[in-house]
């Protein structure tokens, strides 16, 4: 005997799940374009921090050519007249501490995203779990699922009567029924996806497409019996 099933939801039962649906999918794309976002800021911010990482340096080697300069040079400029163009100690070693700075903060932006990256994408899990908990709950609950179990039981009962079909008949043809013939009914054929038998592609693709369709659209409807 076939195992009972429950009987299929109430309208407004299906109604309320479709609604579930509905909010566990935008939440979850909430959270994706969250995680874009913080990305997209991501690829900036390690542009960001490429170009300050230069920046101490180069204002390290200002540092130092400012210190360089011999007093002997800076004596003879003065009575010359000679104008050195360069920055005073204190103006180079602010420079280098700027980009210090710099470079320490857009660090503490790049962890500061990592983070909000690696918390966002725990959120995204658990939002994605209760889309496919909510999308269950509308799958099973239809008619048209508890309908496609009906047409499994149909398939089965159908295969048993042509098994009992065949084997009356044998038994009136009293042995005499060729052996190639006995041997092809009384074959019993692997339930898989052996690709050396002839498989009815239809209600899988109808299904994926309908489960793919309640993925952007929760008021999509379900394949009917056929």
Known sequence: MAV????????DDLSTSRERLRSAIA??????????AFESGQERASENQRTAHQAPSEAESVLRQTGRIEP??????????ETIDRL?????QAQLDRAKSELGHIEEIQQALESEIHRAQGRLRLRR??????????????????????????AWARLRGLRKCFGAIQQALSGHMPGPMMSRW???????????????EQPADLWSQALERLLTNPDAVLPSAK
């Open 4 to 11: 009972p099933l429950s009987r299929p939801r109430s309208v």
């Open 27 to 36: 939440a979850l794309r909430e959270d994706s374009d969250r995680i874009a």
């Open 72 to 81: 002997e040079h800076l004596a003879h400029s003065f009575i010359t007249g």
């Open 88 to 92: 005073s100690i204190a103006e180079a």
């Open 129 to 154: 779990d209760s889309m496919y908990e909510a999308l269950a709950d509308v799958v099973c609950g239809s008619s048209e699922f508890a309908r496609l179990f009906s047409e499994l039981d149909d």
């Open 186 to 200: 009384q074959t019993v054929v692997p339930l898989d996806y052996d690709l050396s038998y002839p498989l009815d």
